[in-house]
């Protein structure tokens, strides 16, 4: 079983839908979580970290479920600039190294 | 401030020869990751340094991949005897701490013919 596992998506949706993806880890003594951003051909960029207690950022909100080993990013009023690979990041407990997953395609469509 | 920088951005070598690729993170970072990402892949971990820790190695797909952080700043990851299944974007990140977020550079596009 991989570290990290993303759906690969793509998930296709209009301007202004909803959309939520869901990244699950295996370690349960994974202590950091983060959502990163990558376009095409680009290096990922922070797009938000998670905390325990959920947490948002304008459109955006991550929620953090350890009993079930996921996080989730939630994004509201899509826009065609959100089009891009969303990259679910773990530390694994008792290790420093940070795991990608492979990623969610997101295509936000006029 | 400069962020991290990665030199070469481009490099096309020939099966067999080595390569060198080089990372300077940004200053006072302690920790510097390197990955590698294929066409259409996600990030495969490779290295990892924490300041003057042992490096975690766990990533390097052979022997012929090594890396050195030279004073806790520049680090340069070796290929030895490339092969084309090598060819990959490689990408440096460094961080102020472990709990903090990445910041990469722009990568070398490695390319293997």
């Known amino acids: 079983r991989k570290e990290v596992e993303q759906d690969p998506g793509p998930f296709n949706v209009p301007e202004g839908a909803t959309v939520a993806f869901n990244c699950t880890y295996s370690n349960s003594a994974s202590q950091s979580f983060f959502w990163y951003r990558q376009d095409c051909r680009k290096e990922p960029k922070l797009l938000m970290s998670?905390?325990?207690s959920g947490n948002e950022d304008g459109r955006f909100t991550a929620q953090l479920n350890r009993a079930s080993q996921y996080i989730s990013l939630l994004i509201r009023d899509s826009k065609l600039s959100d089009s891009a690979t969303y990259l679910c990041v773990v530390t694994p407990g008792g290790y420093n190294k940070l795991i990608f997953g492979a990623g969610t395609r997101l295509a936000v469509h006029p | 401030g400069a962020g991290v920088s990665q030199s070469p951005s481009n490099k096309v070598t020939e099966k067999g020869k080595d390569v060198e690729l080089r990372c300077d993170p940004i200053s006072g970072h302690t920790a510097l990751y390197w990955y590698r990402q294929s066409l259409g892949q996600g990030l495969e971990f490779l290295i990892y340094f924490q300041g003057n820790s042992a490096p975690d190695k766990s990533g390097l797909p052979s022997d012929r991949f090594s890396a050195e952080r030279t004073g806790g700043s520049v680090s340069t990851l070796t290929i030895q005897r490339t092969q084309q299944e090598d060819s990959a974007v490689y990408l440096c990140a460094s961080s102020s701490d472990r709990r903090s977020p990445l910041h990469f550079g722009n990568g070398t596009r490695l390319t293997v013919t």
């Open positions: 998670v905390y325990s």
